[in-house]
């Protein structure tokens, strides 16, 4: 094990050449990997909530330094997944490892290093890609806990380097970049310097959207839900966007908007202000929900849905 110390100030590469590369964040469900790609970046582009499995699909932001620039993949968590919709979202996250320069695998130091963390690691550790572990949520955890959680994972994987951060705080997020931009190869930047993501607006306000009704609901119903962009009007001062929420019950709908329309409001309304801080932009969003039977089950709603 290699235990990468604390750093302060800005990143700088390990040399003058430039570097760059795609770098997959992957690992289980709820170790941070959304949060830690939004912090490194300075800027939401992948959405958040404490519901596992927050993230379906690959999400790309774009972090330019001086001389290197990082492409990182977010990456849905790795689980054991029954339902089709679930396979889906593991193989894409496989996918993503196997085809990235470099893996980061993210842990939960709060919760320890569980079972699940160890079939992760492994995954990663087989994909014969330059890695290295970050232990995650250390600002949750005292030194004193810290230090024997790095010394285990380090004897079950020793020649690994470990860095612990914050990406809550933002703690030793320097140490990390420079430690991913050494396993970096050579090469041009292939994003102009001022780009974040590659994902559309359409595709913004699809996950804006529905990262509010992760927030919103609970039980069956977060997972039960997709949002697909019917419309997008693009004005001098303001976006005009429609949206439809598919749901796969009757009940499910009715939970969806809720008495009187409230959680539908209520959704909206958060995630408007979550677009508008984005874009900086005044946002018109009108949403329906739409029963489509069993859609997550559904090889071709997947497909048109891009999972």
Known sequence: MTYVPSMTGESTPASAASRCGT??????????????????????????SPKPQTTRSRILGIRSLPS????????PGIHRARSLLN???VEAAERTIVEADAVVAVIDANAGFTPSDREAVRRLAESRRPW???????DLLSPAALLPLLDGIG??????DLVPVSAATGENLAALEQAIVTRLPPGEPLYPADE??????RILVQEFVREQIFRATEGEIPYKT???????????????????????RQSQKRILVGGGGAMIRKIGTRARLELERFFGKR?????FVKVRRDWSSNPRVLSELGL
């Open 23 to 48: 770098v997959a964040l992957a690992g289980r469900s709820n170790v941070g990997k959304s949060t830690l790609l939004n912090r490194l970046l300075g800027a939401k582009v992948a959405i958040t």
């Open 68 to 75: 290197a620039q990082m492409v990182l993949l977010d990456t």
């Open 87 to 89: 396979r889906r979202m």
């Open 132 to 138: 290295l572990v970050a232990v995650n949520k250390i």
């Open 155 to 160: 004897k079950e994987f020793p020649g690994t």
């Open 196 to 201: 974040l993501t590659d994902q559309t607006a």
């Open 226 to 248: 997709a949002v697909v962009v019917e419309g997008f009007e693009e004005k001098p001062t303001v976006n005009a966007v429609s949206a439809t929420i598919l749901v796969e």
């Open 283 to 287: 946002f018109y969003l009108d949403l």
